[in-house]
């Protein structure tokens, strides 16, 4: 886990002008001189003078345990321009940690000083131990939390062990309804995160898009979560948000394994150079975000961009580095903020592989990680320790994967290569997320206009014969769900099954598929999600356990 450089001294800095209103918790300890602010329920160690952030045990330096010294004169990310540590000052070494009570760690709960959030003390502990950041105060007088720095959620709390998956389960779909069960009965804090992966039947504006609105709409909306960085995706047209871009930027993507990383989990990069190059992001739901995330390449030479909430500029993010790492920036915002601006300031090369926003609190955010063209291989392509490393600090709680189409079109194919490849891919995304639930999506049919000697393949169809290697696609991807005991759903349901089912479809006034017969239009894709939504949610709520 990558650490900050920032000194407590760096965050007194950041306090000027700033007031800071005691208000303790009930039953909270005595205070030492001049200590006002808002402290933990069982906090009982002392204030060092300037500290802002709840100490960790053992921590008796002037600054945070676990900050290291930062690898150039300057701090990598300053709360203001040109906050440097003090020469000759050394790191303490890292505290043993932050027991607690299990009950207080599940319960107790205190506004840090982390942007006025609301989080339980296990979660504080960890982030404070990893990434100790400045904070600093707005143009309006807001205080913004600090950038927190590769910083991982949660992981759930001891009542939620039972709803990891168990590879013995008789409905692969069980773990994730009881986790859907805990959010909607209000039993559970936290968010649950799906993820969609896939060709360009996911990349596209409509498939995802209803299938959130639908999880939303019955177990709660935080936002659309993480997303490819800018425009970066051709024919881009997210849901949730409106993206703009300004100035010259360079796309590339995860489609080829020829293409030169890094990619993270969104499988796209964009970078830039030039100053007053510009990228805004701008929610259009009425409750905007309350987090922002941004997913960066740190290397040496590399340059600064500056971050503006709704018309309040932060400090400028450096990404120069001595040597490359990706980070990802979070930060939790004071209040809920609806649009964001990254401007470059041209002293270097910025390289982005995403950003997002979405809301704190119970409910459901369904991400889609969908490239045109992709096949199973480009999860291959996402630089794997970047993977693990999202994948482990978001855990979601359900991976859909819905290739098949583009492989279909490899005459080379066979049905034992195939199910091999996604064998050992299911594998892979197993070990990286174990307490996720995996569903396989079984590719939907297409076709093409049958050439000299289909045969009897097109008769009948006016000329559409399958593609070439469907059915091998389709009889590897039943196989392996069901060897490998994943959730599965067949979307060739949604147009009969067929080559001649799909063409009828192509005609009349509800028509669900392109002319293409490959994609589908805009209401095929929504009636699909519905039909998915339906399998995800058929023998749900689950029925309770009895304990013995």
Known sequence: MYRSALTSNDSSRCRAGRSVPPRPPVGAPARPSGDTLPRLPGDTLPRLPGD??????????????????????????????????????????????????RRAALRLGARAALGGALTTR???????????????????????????????????PPDEAELIPVATQADPL???????????????????????????????????????????????????????PGRAPRYYRPALVEVGQEGEWTPASALRATTPGPFGIAGYRLS??????????????????????????????NGSFKVT?????????????????????????????????????????????????????????????????????????????????????????????????????????????????????IRVLRAMAPRAVLMLVGAPDGARRAGAGAGSLGRGCDGWAPLPTLAAVQAAQRRVAAA???????????????????????RGEARLVADDHVHMTADGYRASAEQLFAHLLRNYPPQPTRRI
């Not at 996911?202 to 909306?221: D, H, K, M, N, W």
């Not at 099954?497 to 063409?503: D, K, P, Q, W």
């Open 52 to 101: 802002t952030l709840p100490r960790l045990s053992g921590d008796t330096s002037p600054r945070l345990s676990g900050d290291a010294p930062p690898s150039r004169p300057d701090d990598a990310f300053p709360c203001h321009p040109g906050g440097a540590r003090p020469p000759g000052e050394a790191a303490p070494p890292p505290p043993a940690g932050l027991p607690l009570p």
């Open 122 to 156: 296990a979660a504080l502990g960890a982030t404070l131990a990893a990434t100790p950041l400045a904070a600093c105060t707005g143009a309006a007088g807001l205080h913004f939390g600090p950038w927190l720095v590769n910083a991982a959620d949660p992981p759930p």
């Open 174 to 228: 069980a773990p994730l309804h009881a986790q859907l069960a805990a959010v909607e009965r209000g039993r559970t804090p936290r968010e649950l995160r799906l993820l969609v992966f896939g060709d360009s039947h996911t990349a596209g504006p409509y498939f995802v898009a209803r299938l959130r609105e639908l999880l939303q709409g019955r177990f709660g909306a935080l936002g659309p979560g993480r997303l490819p």
């Open 272 to 301: 830039g150079e030039q100053a007053g190059n510009r990228l805004t992001l701008r929610s259009t739901e009425p409750e905007g975000f309350t987090r922002l995330s941004i997913e960066l390449m740190q290397r040496p030479g």
């Open 309 to 425: 909430l709704d018309g309040q500029g932060l400090p400028p993010v450096k990404t120069d580095n001595a040597a490359p790492r990706p980070v990802e920036l979070s930060r939790l915002l004071p209040a809920a903020f609806r649009e964001v601006t990254l401007e470059l300031t041209g002293d270097g090369p910025v390289e982005l592989l995403g950003w997002g926003v979405e809301r704190q609190g119970r409910g459901v955010i369904v991400e889609g990680h969908g490239i045109i063209g992709a096949t199973i291989d480009m999860l291959s392509n996402i630089d794997q320790p970047i993977l693990r490393a999202d994948l482990a600090r978001r855990p979601p709680a359900l991976i859909v994967l819905a290739y098949g189409t583009n492989e279909a079109t490899d005459p080379s194919l066979t049905e034992e290569g195939y199910a091999a490849q996604l064998t050992a891919r």
């Open 484 to 506: 490998e005991r994943l959730a599965y759903w067949d979307w060739s349901t949604v147009t009969g099954g067929g080559t001649c089912a799909l063409h009828a479809l192509t």
